[in-house]
């Protein structure tokens, strides 16, 4: 398979990368930037919140496609909104979300993966 660009990337190649993240890592962010560079505050926020938990967990940038991503992130979520977390191959929410379980002291235990 030849490798195109992100930014030149189709609907369908786009909606095959996040069904292989998904599908692939235990825990997968899809953000804006990455985890080094967050290039908004709710990623940078979601990346604080899984590291807090999680050593090892994927990031993916959307931002080199990002119509194609949010199309494809909300056919798995039902949601348009970024950044969002799936574990084990669920959809878990947003930056919100991931503060909401934290402050209820579930966020580990939900990103624990057996």
Same mark, same amino acid.
């Given at each position: 398979?030849?490798?195109?660009?992100?930014?030149?990337?189709?609907?369908?190649?786009?909606?095959?990368?996040?069904?292989?993240?998904?599908?692939?890592?235990?825990?997968?962010? $899809?953000?804006?930037?990455?985890?080094?560079?967050?290039?908004?505050?709710?990623?940078?926020?979601?990346?604080?919140?899984?590291?807090?938990?999680?050593?090892? $967990?994927?990031?993916?940038?959307?931002?080199?496609?990002?119509?194609?991503?949010?199309?494809?992130?909300?056919?798995?979520?039902?949601?348009?909104?970024?950044?969002?977390?799936?574990?084990?191959?669920?959809?878990?929410?947003?930056?919100?979300?991931?503060?909401?379980?934290?402050?209820?002291?579930?966020?580990?235990?939900?990103?624990?993966?057996?």
């Amino acid at each position: 398979m030849t490798f195109t660009p992100e930014s030149e990337a189709t609907s369908e190649e786009v909606a095959d990368r996040v069904d292989e993240a998904i599908a692939d890592n235990d825990v997968v962010l $899809f953000m804006k930037g990455n985890r080094l560079m967050p290039q908004c505050g709710y990623s940078k926020r979601a990346v604080a919140l899984i590291a807090e938990h999680v050593e090892e $967990f994927e990031t993916v940038d959307v931002l080199p496609a990002l119509p194609e991503y949010r199309e494809a992130l909300a056919d798995h979520s039902g949601w348009e909104t970024i950044p969002q977390t799936f574990v084990d191959g669920e959809f878990v929410g947003g930056s919100d979300v991931l503060a909401e379980l934290e402050e209820r002291g579930e966020l580990g235990e939900t990103l624990a993966v057996e």
